[in-house]
């Protein structure tokens, strides 16, 4: 397709348990940003890449969060040892050359059991 | 800091009503400005942008905000509203680094 994917669309696990978010952005986009969405809240900035390096993780909420990105193509959120305060729907969202707009993927809904 | 404040969490219209969602923000320089809109279960759609220039701007689906620098405001507005407008509205803010401020969002109801 033409836009952004995200996969799974839905995730059902267990506390403690890892999860891999996976996001692929729309072909020659070479930024790509994760968002975070707690339920009846707006998003959170978590993390941006440029190409493979990621100049701005500042929004990450604590070192069981990780992310990288494969040159200008997939990427991957990491969540170690998963809490229920980690539920909430993850957002993708890629631009092309500079920085805006943002385009969004459907994004992950993440249920912490 | 940056941030984007919704002073509207819902809003019910009647259909064929005229809209306006509030957008204020706060950011030391001219921040470039956007509104989104989510339906449920669905990711964000960017419905216009302001980057500098001309401070009405037009957008999709009819859609249309004003960027007034001495209100701090970005407010979206719309003639008249269709039961389709129903969702989630999203107003954000974004500086050079990529990373975009979101307000809480507004969830607008349209009436028969």
């Known amino acids: 397709g033409a836009g952004v994917s995200q996969s799974p669309s839905n995730k059902v696990t267990e506390k403690g348990k890892d999860v891999e978010l996976r996001c692929d952005p729309i072909s020659g986009h070479t930024a790509l940003y994760w968002y975070r969405q707690r339920l009846g809240q707006g998003l959170e900035f978590l993390i941006y890449?440029?190409?493979?390096?990621?100049?701005?993780k500042s929004g990450l909420p604590s070192d069981r969060f990780s992310a990288e990105r494969t040159g200008e193509s997939v990427s991957t959120l990491t969540i170690q040892r998963t809490q229920q305060e980690d539920s909430a729907v993850y957002l993708c969202?890629?631009?092309?050359?500079?920085?805006?707009?943002?385009?969004f993927g459907d994004g992950t809904r993440l249920s912490i059991l | 800091a940056q941030s984007v404040t919704q002073p509207d969490i819902h809003i019910t219209v009647s259909e064929g009503a005229s809209l306006e969602l509030r957008c204020n923000y706060s950011y030391g320089a001219t921040p470039y400005l956007f509104w989104y809109v989510q339906s449920p279960g669905q990711g964000l759609q960017l419905l216009l942008k302001y980057f500098s220039g001309d401070t009405l701007v037009q957008g999709i689906k009819g859609f249309e905000a004003e960027f007034k620098r001495s209100q701090s405001s970005f407010n979206l507005r719309k003639p008249s509203v269709h039961w389709s407008d129903a969702a989630e509205y999203f107003c954000?803010?974004?500086?050079?680094?990529?990373?975009?401020?979101f307000g809480q969002g507004t969830t607008l109801q349209v009436k028969p």
């Open positions: 954000a803010s974004g500086g050079n680094t990529g990373k975009l401020i």
């Open positions: 890449f440029q190409g493979n390096s990621a100049p701005d």
């Open positions: 969202a890629s631009s092309s050359t500079g920085v805006w707009p943002q385009h």
